[in-house]
Structures are given as C-alpha cells and as structure tokens.
C-alpha cells in the first residue's frame, strides 16, 4: 500500500507516493526535495504507479506512438 499527496512546495505542487508505513513521518518530496510531514489523512492507493503517469496526451509530443517501422 501506499499513500499520495501533494508536495506542499507551491512551486513543485507534485503528486509525491510514500510507502503507507510512512504516516506521521518526515519524507522528502523526490522533485524539489522538499522535506514534509506525511498526513494521517493521506490518501491511500493500492497501486504503485510512476510519479507522473499522463492520462491525457492527446496532441502531446513524445508520445508513444505504436507506428514504428
Ligand atoms: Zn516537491
């Protein structure tokens, strides 16, 4: 299990996975370092997905594309 949350660093504002053991403990923000306390509160999902993961890329470059010839 994991838990998410949201960098409280206004100029990162990154969605930051921590391990759900990590509740109440001082992680650091894996884009702007920034050190924070986990939430209690914090969301839990049961995936453990990549950091950033665009659902929405449509028009987007340096998408992956299947047309390799
Ligand atoms: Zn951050």
């Avoid at 969605?15 to 884009?31: F, M, N």
């Avoid at 969301?43 to 047309?67: D, I, L, M, N």
Wanted: aromatic letters at 2%; a positive charge.
């Amino acid at each position: 299990m994991a838990v998410t949350m949201i960098c409280p660093n206004l100029r990162c504002g990154r969605t930051v996975v921590a391990a759900d053991s990590a509740r109440g403990k001082v992680v650091r923000c894996g884009h702007c370092h920034t050190l924070f306390i986990v939430p209690r509160d914090a969301r839990t999902v049961s995936e453990q997905k990549s950091a950033e993961v665009p659902k929405e890329t449509t028009g987007s470059s340096s998408t992956k594309r299947t047309g390799r010839s």
